[in-house]
């Protein structure tokens, strides 16, 4: 069951005076994380979820703009409603899963926007594109199952054609427009 385990305001003080006073590394819980892409089809939205996400943070409570994050995303696993999207979004003028199986996310540096909201400042790499991205994020600690754990909730749009995700045919922004939202609904335990 999840419980609050305080409330925003209080989370610096607290996050410093509960946890250990140099970095600690924080593991994704897949059992209770969600990483979801929404996009639209000829002005028909759609969602999809990415699954099998393997995630690292490294976060030291006394230095609150020091993080490290590590995100590996398979992109064979993508849900969607579909098997015909699927194959689509597999496919070498979208993700070209065969050439680049994986997508990843990389931030070595954060800046704290309010008591408990973040920009982690890093880098994203899909397919043979990698590009500067800012991610804002909200972090809050819970207690999951009795254990203390980070819950992390963000939502970022990114312009797919920068990755070189819609070719051929699939560039048509008319059809599926740029924008992709990605929503991050996550929780990590520490290791």
């Known amino acids: 069951m999840r419980t609050k385990f305080f409330r925003a305001a209080l989370a610096p003080l607290l996050l410093v005076s509960s946890l250990p006073s140099q970095a600690a590394n924080w593991v994704l819980d897949p059992g209770e994380s ?8 000829e002005g ?18 006394m230095s609150p703009g020091s993080c490290v994050f590590s995100v590996t995303i398979p992109i064979a696993d993508i849900k969607v409603d579909s098997a015909e999207v699927l194959d689509y979004l597999l496919d070498l003028e979208m993700f070209d899963v065969d050439r680049w199986p994986t997508a990843s996310f990389k931030a070595e540096k954060c800046s704290l926007e ?15 594109q990698t590009r ?5 994020f ?27 995700v819609g070719q051929g ?10 924008d992709v939202v990605v929503g991050v609904d996550i929780y990590a335990g520490q290791q």
């Open 34 to 41: 969600v990483v979801t892409f929404k996009y639209s089809y």
């Open 44 to 61: 028909t939205p759609y969602q999809g979820a990415f699954q099998n996400v393997e995630a690292t943070f490294e976060i030291d409570p």
């Open 114 to 128: 309010s008591a408990n909201t973040f920009v982690a400042e890093g880098s994203l790499t899909i397919r043979d």
């Open 132 to 136: 500067p991205i800012s991610f804002p």
């Open 138 to 164: 909200t972090l809050d600690v819970e207690t999951v199952d009795g254990q203390v754990a980070f819950h992390m909730t963000s939502e970022v749009t990114i312009q797919r054609l920068d990755f070189g």
């Open 169 to 178: 045919y699939w560039a048509n922004t008319a059809t599926i427009p740029n």
